[in-house]
């Protein structure tokens, strides 16, 4: 299974950006593709998830109204649309994979261990 993740880069506050996390070796439609991310000298954090299957999603309160998460089958990639960037947004954001939607939701990144290598976001003031 490889995930690999793209779209980062240097956005002013407002603006946007927009990730792509394309997946190999696995279907999307099988398991639950989440966006998490980590600011230097912090812990990771779940950012967005979701499950093509069901239609499930889910988003961390910090980013809701901003952030939207899509599947797109056909290219086995998940996207993550990002709006309104602030500055607290800069971080090395990652897509991790699990076969289960629910775990995923609960557990957040301890329960993974499928990652992309990541992509770096930095939003200016």
């Known amino acids: 299974v490889q995930l690999v993740e793209s779209g980062g880069g240097l956005a002013q506050a407002g603006g946007s950006l927009r990730l792509s996390c394309v997946v190999s070796?696995?279907?999307?439609?099988?398991?639950?593709i989440g966006w998490f991310r980590q600011a230097p000298g912090k812990e990771r954090e779940g950012v967005s998830y979701i499950s093509v299957m069901t239609g499930m999603t889910h988003y961390a309160d910090s980013v809701k109204g901003r952030f939207t998460i899509s599947g797109d089958s056909a290219k086995n990639t998940v996207s993550l649309q990002m709006n309104s960037l602030k500055p607290e947004d800069t971080a090395e954001y990652y897509c991790?994979?699990?076969?289960?939607?629910?775990?995923?939701?609960?557990?957040?990144?301890?329960?993974?261990?499928?990652w992309g290598r990541g992509t770096s976001v930095t939003v200016s003031s």
């Open positions: 991790g994979a699990d076969p289960s939607y629910f775990r995923m939701a609960e557990a957040g990144y301890k329960s993974l261990n499928i």
């Open positions: 070796g696995v279907s999307i439609a099988d398991y639950a």
